[in-house]
């Protein structure tokens, strides 16, 4: 995990930042979502779209995080 982020709200949220479009997440940012279980998962990418997969966590990228995605965390 790079970054855990606590909402306004008391939330947890964790992020993984990749360079790659098509990320490769590593067992340790599961292993801390298994650890932490966190309400707010993502893996923030350089392009391409929003998408959830089927465990809750949003791949997202970061202009579109930045503009649409952090509002609701706050």
Not at 1 to 18: H, N, R, S, V, Y
């Amino acid at each position: 995990m790079d970054l855990l982020m606590i909402t306004p709200q008391g939330k947890l949220a964790c992020f993984e930042i990749k360079f790659s479009v098509s990320p490769v997440i590593s067992k340790g940012f599961f292993q801390c979502i298994e650890d932490l279980k966190p309400d707010y998962k993502y893996v923030i990418t350089p392009g391409g779209e929003c998408f959830d997969r089927s465990d809750r966590l949003r791949i997202c990228p970061l202009l579109i995080f930045l503009e649409k995605e952090l509002v609701k965390l706050t």
